[in-house]
């Protein structure tokens, strides 16, 4: 049967947060901002199931599957012009997943071996490069996340999940953003679905450091 990218549901949950879990076990970034000996599986099972949860009435998230098999996930924020503030809405969806957040650290009495001070080093030096690389009035098509199951590689399901924002963003004409944590083989293979660097981005925590890779998307346009 064909491999389809649809929409996420409630239903799709534990399998996208399988096959997330899976592909980033060995991710720069995450060993990076996670205390190995002290992660719990289970409290970042929930966190990423609120996630799940805001991003099915926030975001672009969507699966990509074989019949009832899972095989990747995408989660994409939509632009956000400039002459466009943040809506009501929006601003109250983004402090319903902080709570939920807050919850979950209460439950677990911590957060799970996330280390708290990687992470706002990490939203620093973002909001640094997007302020520094984000020139265009429309906005950008965020890649938030894309994950593909590791049974699945070689597939062609990254690439179905991308081609599924990139093709909506040439319609509108709009740019496309994404921090890639790899540099080898992701870089090589998001250069080839048109994404090009613009900036290498530090985090660093004293002695230790991660980077990561941004890329921007131009709309490529049909004669």
Not at 2 to 21: C, H, K, N, R, S
Request: charged share 20%.
């Amino acid at each position: 049967m064909a491999i389809e990218v649809v929409p996420l549901t409630e239903t799709d949950i534990p399998g996208v947060i399988e096959v997330i879990q899976q592909a980033f076990a060995d991710d720069p970034y995450f060993k990076w901002v996670f205390d190995g000996p002290k992660f719990n599986k289970q409290r970042n099972y929930d966190s990423l199931a609120a996630r799940c949860h805001w991003g099915i009435r926030n975001a672009m998230f969507q699966v990509a599957k074989e019949q009832d098999a899972i095989l990747g996930v995408s989660c994409w924020l939509a632009p956000q012009p400039t002459s466009t503030p943040e809506s009501w809405y929006s601003w109250v969806q983004g402090w319903s997943l902080s709570f939920n957040q807050l919850v979950n650290n209460i439950r677990y009495l911590g957060r799970g071996g996330l280390r708290a001070n990687r992470y706002w080093i990490w939203k620093a030096r973002q909001t640094e490069a997007q302020s520094q690389i984000w020139d265009d009035p429309l906005g950008y098509y965020f890649c938030n996340m894309v994950a593909v199951s590791p049974a699945a590689q070689g597939k062609g399901v990254g690439r179905m999940l991308f081609e599924a924002v990139t093709r909506k963003a040439d319609e509108e004409g709009r740019k496309c953003y994404l921090e890639s944590s790899k540099n080898v083989p992701n870089v090589q293979i998001y250069e080839r679905m048109g994404f090009h660097m613009s900036m290498e981005m530090e985090c660093r925590d004293g002695e230790d450091a991660c980077m990561l890779y941004c890329m921007v998307r131009n709309p490529k346009t049909t004669e």
